[in-house]
């Protein structure tokens, strides 16, 4: 038996890397493709603002002439700096159940970091924390979501075995939605919205392009995550890419806005119908069908569970009860639509600030998703 790891270099083998998780995973009951169309902009150096502050090679490995496995190594400079490492990153990694593919996988990543200076390597990781991160150790039998990974029980298994150690873990809830908005939620939103002067604002899509609503956003989420494990604060650029990616598909009943006296933004929640079905049946393809799949799913959804992609509370009102604001105005909107269940998007198990917010309601802890790390 021979493995040999070999580095992208071609369109070809790129399509090859982009698909091979379709191929790894066919039929499986709880895997949820990426859009292939969303993974090749991402991996693309001439597309993702990401590239001016990062760089990336992707490998992929071959056992007996068969592809066995693929992985990214990627090095985030702004992320290095502004945590003080020198680390490089491994992601959309993906390998058949042989440790010596994983193992010779990862050696490539370790040996271009440290010809690039680097001390640690780190992962999963994307180039930003928008792209999916952290594999799963716990959880294997529920499905997967558009904005996380799967992966097989022995991925972990494996890392632990080549002396990978935990670095961080983060949590995902599922959260059962009440029959009606708690009585609590109502006084409370009544008090804080007026000893603050705050309001919910739903905004057009219009509104949102004249007013820049989209950027708004993001740098808001910037102030709130900017302190959180190995965030990359975005840039202008990168900014734009994600109002253009995210923005213009997302119902707008399903967003939340807060503003202060001033018409500053300083809350904001955002929720989507689960898109794990629709992503199932294109197969992670938007042509020929995939787009109608993914569009039925957004505005006509039969799906009774809701994604919370994020929550974001500008600083200076942190612990002020602005979340109560938020639930007020969207639980609502989601009980009228249908929706049964909320799972949250991953969160660090150190952010106990998020994860109270959780316990006035029926939930659990359904998935859990760690960081490995090792020195160089």
């Known amino acids: 038996m021979s493995i040999v790891v070999r580095k992208v270099s071609s369109p070809k083998e790129m399509r090859t890397f982009i698909t091979y998780a379709t191929k790894l995973y066919r039929n499986h009951p709880y895997y949820v493709p990426n ?18 502050f990062c760089e990336a090679e992707y490998f992929i490995a071959y056992k007996d002439g068969k592809m066995a496995g693929k992985v990214a ?65 716990e959880g294997f039998d529920r499905m997967g979501t558009m904005i996380t990974i799967y992966n097989y029980e022995y991925y972990p298994a494996f890392f632990e075995k080549l002396g990978y150690r935990k670095e961080v873990d983060w949590l995902e809830y599922m959260i059962r939605i009440p029959d009606a908005l708690p009585e609590r939620y109502v006084k409370m939103a009544q008090i804080v919205s007026e ?112 994604d919370l992609l994020l929550v974001a509370v500008n600083r200076d009102y942190r612990s002020k009860g602005l979340h109560a604001i938020i639930f007020a105005d969207l639980i609502p909107s989601l009980i009228r639509m249908g929706f049964k269940y909320a799972e949250s998007n991953p969160e660090l198990e150190t952010n106990q600030r998020v994860q109270t917010l959780w316990g006035p309601f029926e939930s659990q802890i359904h998935k859990r998703r760690r960081i490995y790390t090792k020195e160089l």
């Open 35 to 52: 859009l292939l169309s969303d993974d090749a902009a991402t991996l693309d150096k001439r597309k993702n603002r990401a590239f001016d």
């Open 73 to 137: 190594a990627i090095i985030n400079h702004k992320a290095n700096e502004a945590w003080n490492v020198r680390q490089v990153r491994f992601g959309w990694i993906d390998f058949i159940e042989d440790i010596e593919v994983l193992e010779e996988l990862l050696k490539a990543v370790s040996e271009w970091g440290k010809a690039k200076g680097m001390t640690s390597i780190a992962g999963p990781l994307g180039f930003t924390d928008f792209d999916p991160e952290g594999m799963l150790v």
């Open 195 to 306: 000893k603050y002067g705050l309001k919910v604002r739903k905004l057009s899509r219009k509104i949102i392009r004249e007013e820049k609503y989209g950027q708004k956003m993001f740098r808001l989420i910037n102030e709130a995550y900017k302190d959180l494990y190995g965030y990359s604060v975005l840039t202008e650029k990168q900014i734009e890419q994600y109002v253009r990616q995210y923005l213009t598909f997302i119902d707008l009943d399903m967003v939340s806005f807060v503003e202060n006296e001033d018409g500053e933004l300083v809350a904001c929640g955002v929720t989507i119908p689960s898109l794990a079905s629709a992503l199932r049946k294109a197969r992670g393809r938007l042509f020929p069908f995939g787009w109608f799949y993914l569009l039925k799913a957004l505005f006509f959804s039969k799906s009774d569970i809701v």
